[in-house]
C-alpha cells in the first residue's frame, strides 16, 4: 500500500506551486475589507462645498465642516479624501462616511451572515459531493463577485456580494488544507501544510496591501484579485478526488481511477492486482460502517463527542487571545496598511515552529506545551504592561508581535491536530462547525468592558482559560504518524489505549520508513 500512499505524496506536493494563488484566493477578501478599514482610518475628509476655512474647534464632530469658524453652521455634502499613498478605496468612491456609514456596517453584518452560513453548508457539501468541486464552486463565486462588484454597484448589490464573500471565503481556505492533508502520508503531513501556509500564504499577506497601492484603486485591485483564481476551476479536471473521501462514501471504482491518475502523473506502473488487493481491504473493513454518518451521529459517539467539544472550547479561546493581543497593538500614527503586513509576517515563524515541535514532540505534547506558553505570555504582558508600567510604543510592538506568532502557531497547529483526530466522513462538516464557532468567538469576545472593571482583567481571565484548555488537550489521543481514521468507528477507536499522560516524544523513535510500512492503513491511502 505504501506505492499509493508515495504517488499521493508527489501528486500533493504539485500543488504547492498553487497555494499561493489558493491562500491568496483566501485573504483577498479579507484584504479588500481590511483595506476598506484601513481607509476609513487613515483618511480626513475635508470639505469641498466652499464653506470657510479655519482651525477647527475643539470637540467638532468629524462628519461636520473639518475647517469651520464659529460663525458657519453650514454642513458638508461632500469631501475631498486625503488618502494614504494615493489609493482610493470603496468608502471615498461612495462617500460612505457620517451619516451613511451605516451602510457599511450593515454591509459588514451580511459579509458575517454569509460566513456563519456558508461555512457550515460548504463543509457539508464537501463530505457529500467532494472537496475538489466545492473547492471549484468556492473560487468561481470568488471570481464572480469580484468582477461583478467592479461594474455595478449600489447598496442592494452590494448586500449581495458581501453576502457571497462571506458565504464562500472560509471555504476557499478550509477544504484545500483538507485535500493536502488527506493526500499525504503521515511523515508529511505538518512539513506540507506548514509550508504551504507558512510561505506562499505568508507572502501573499505581506505583499497584498502594497498591490493594493499599486493598483490605486479598489476597482483595479479587485480586478487584479481575480485573475489569478480563474485558474482554479481548472482543478476539477486536473487534480483528483480525495482517496480517503471516496473510500470513506463506498465509491471504490472511483477510488480506483483516482489513484491510476495520481500514479500516471508520477510516472508510477501499479499492478492491478494491488488495486484489488486495497479495495477489498477498504470493504472488509468497512463492513460495519456507516454509508452516510452526519456531524449529528458524531455526537453518539462518547470519545468522538468528547473530543469534538475539547475542540470546539479551545477554539473559543483562540479568538479571545488574539483580540487580547491585538490591543497591544493599538499605537497610533502606524499605517494600517504597514500593520497589516506585520501581523502577516508572524506566519512564518509560527510555521517553522509547528514543524519542528509536531514532529518531534507530537502532537498532543506540542498543543499543551504551546498552549502553557500562551498562559505564561498573556500573564506576563498583563504586568509588564499594565498602567503602572511604562507602554512605549517599541515595547508594545514587540509584545504584539510575540502574542501573534503564540496565536498563529497556536491556530495553525491544532487545526491540523483536529483533522487528524476527525473522521474523513465529517471532516467538512466538523471544520466547518468549528470554524463558525471561532467566527462567533471573534464577534463577542468584548475584553474592552471588562478593562473598565479591571485593566488586567482579561490577561486574568485569558490565562486560567488558555490552561484550562492546555489540561483538556491531555484528553486527546496521540496522531503523531497515524493513518487519518475514515470512519466514525476508526475515530472512535484512535488512541483508545492511550492515557492522558501519553506522549510520543517518550516513546522509541522509528525510522520514517518503519513507522509508514507499521502504520500502512487498513482502508484508506
Known sequence: MRRFQSAADNHAASLFSDQFTIGHAYRIALDNEYCTKALRLSITPRCADGLDSG???????????????????????????????????????????????????????????????????????????????????????????????????????????????????????????????????PSLRTVCLNISYGFFSCLGLVITPWIAILTGSWRRFMLLDALPIIVVPFFYYFVPESVQWLISRQKYDKAIESLRRVAKMNGRQINDSEFEEFIEDCK??????????????????????????IIIFEFLVFPFYANVVAHYMDIPGISPFVRFSQAAIRNLPASLAAIILQDRIGRKASAFTILL????????????????????????????????????????????????????????????????????????????????????????????????????????????????????????????DEHWYTFSCMEKRKQPEELDSSLAPRNGI
Open 55 to 185: 482651525p477647527p474647534p475643539p470637540n467638532v464632530d468629524k462628519c461636520k465642516p473639518f475647517y469651520s469658524n464659529s460663525s458657519n453652521s453650514g454642513t458638508c455634502n461632500k469631501y475631498h479624501y486625503e488618502s494614504y499613498m494615493g489609493y482610493q478605496g470603496f468608502v471615498s468612491e461612495m462617500n460612505w462616511i457620517c451619516d451613511e456609514k451605516w451602510k457599511l456596517k450593515k454591509g459588514d453584518t451580511m459579509f458575517y451572515t454569509g460566513n456563519i452560513i456558508g461555512t457550515l453548508l460548504m463543509g457539508y457539501l464537501a463530505d457529500r459531493l467532494g472537496r475538489v468541486p466545492i473547492l471549484v464552486f468556492a473560487n468561481v463565486i470568488t471570481i464572480l463577485g469580484n468582477f461583478l462588484t467592479i461594474f455595478g454597484m449600489n447598496l442592494e448589490v452590494f448586500y449581495i456580494f458581501r453576502f457571497l464573500m462571506g458565504f464562500v471565503v472560509n471555504s476557499n481556505f478550509l477544504i484545500i488544507r483538507i485535500l493536502i492533508l488527506e493526500y499525504m502520508r
Open 373 to 496: 506558553l500562551m498562559c505564561i505570555f498573556i500573564m506576563v504582558t498583563g504586568v509588564v504592561l499594565s498602567p503602572a508600567a511604562k507602554r512605549s510604543p517599541r515595547v508594545l510592538f514587540t509584545f504584539y508581535i510575540i502574542g501573534g506568532i503564540f496565536y498563529k502557531l497556536g491556530v495553525n497547529s491544532n487545526i491540523q491536530y483536529n483533522l487528524e483526530l476527525i473522521p474523513t466522513c465529517v471532516r467538512g462538516q466538523a471544520l466547518g462547525a468549528i470554524s463558525t464557532i471561532s467566527f462567533a468567538g471573534i464577534l463577542y469576545s468584548d475584553f474592552a468592558n471588562m478593562r473598565k472593571i479591571f485593566f488586567l482583567l482579561p490577561e486574568i481571565i485569558l490565562g486560567v482559560l488558555t490552561l484550562l484548555v492546555a489540561g483538556l488537550l491531555l484528553l486527546l489521543p496521540e496522531t503523531l504518524n497515524r493513518t487519518l481514521p475514515c470512519s466514525l468507528e476508526d475515530g472512535e477507536q484512535l488512541g483508545i
Open 284 to 309: 472488509l473493513s468497512q463492513q460495519n460502517t456507516k454509508t452516510n454518518p452526519n456531524l449529528l451521529h458524531l455526537f453518539r459517539t462518547p470519545r468522538l463527542r468528547r473530543t469534538f467539544l
